[in-house]
Every structure is written in structure tokens, then in C-alpha cells.
């Protein structure tokens, strides 16, 4: 099993700058892809950025140049430095990892962008 918590989300105006942090414990040895989704009110929940355990990277394309993941795999922690953050960046942002059996999602925290 592996635990999942999610800390970094709030309130930032246009343009501002976030860093979200998923901490996982557990049976860490298990992880393999550690990634960020989001869900806006009323929409399905999105992938926003992923990373394999060699670092290899892939982001949605609303978010590219502007969002960064990065993993450190002795904390197991897994990051999103977002930047020139847009109004259309508010959800609710969710933590997955991948392990050998099954994936695992965080509780979500919130990211609201407004003035």
C-alpha cells in the first residue's frame, strides 16, 4: 500500500507562481510513474504532468513552458512548480502514482487563480 499527501495548493493571482508536493509512504519501493491531474468544476478530471522513475517527463499541452515536475526519489515526493498561472488553472489538483499492481491518488488539493 502506499499513502499519498498532497500539500501546496491556495489562493494566487494571475500570473503568480505555485509549488504543489505529494509525499508518498509506504511500500515506496513499489512506485513507478508519479504524475499531477486536475479537475475543474464541471469538467473530467485531466492529466496535467507526468514523470517515469528515469525522469522522463510528459505535460498536457495547456500547461508546457509554464508547469515543471520534478521527483525526488529518496523522498519519494513528486513536485509541480506551476508558473504564469492562468485563471483556467482553478481545480482541484490530484496526486497519482503508479505502483506494480495498482495506482494510487491523493486527496486533492485546491488551486485557485483570481484576481
Known amino acids: 500500500q502506499v499513502q499519498l499527501v498532497e500539500s501546496g495548493g491556495g489562493l494566487v493571482q494571475p500570473g503568480g507562481s505555485l509549488r504543489l508536493s505529494c509525499a508518498a509512504s509506504?511500500?515506496?519501493?513499489?512506485?513507478?510513474?508519479m504524475g499531477w491531474y486536475r479537475q475543474a468544476p464541471g469538467k473530467q478530471r485531466e492529466l496535467v504532468a507526468v514523470?517515469?522513475?528515469?525522469?522522463?517527463?510528459n505535460y498536457a499541452d495547456s500547461v508546457k513552458g509554464r508547469f515543471i515536475i520534478s521527483r525526488d526519489n529518496v523522498k519519494n515526493t513528486v513536485y509541480l512548480q506551476m508558473s504564469s498561472l492562468r485563471p483556467e488553472d482553478t481545480a482541484v489538483y490530484y496526486c497519482?502514482?503508479?505502483?506494480?499492481?495498482?495506482?494510487?491518488w491523493g486527496q486533492g488539493t485546491q488551486v485557485t487563480v483570481s484576481s
Open positions: 509506504g511500500t515506496t519501493t513499489s512506485i513507478l510513474t
Open positions: 497519482k502514482v503508479d505502483g506494480l499492481l495498482r495506482n494510487y
Open positions: 514523470i517515469s522513475r528515469s525522469d522522463s517527463t
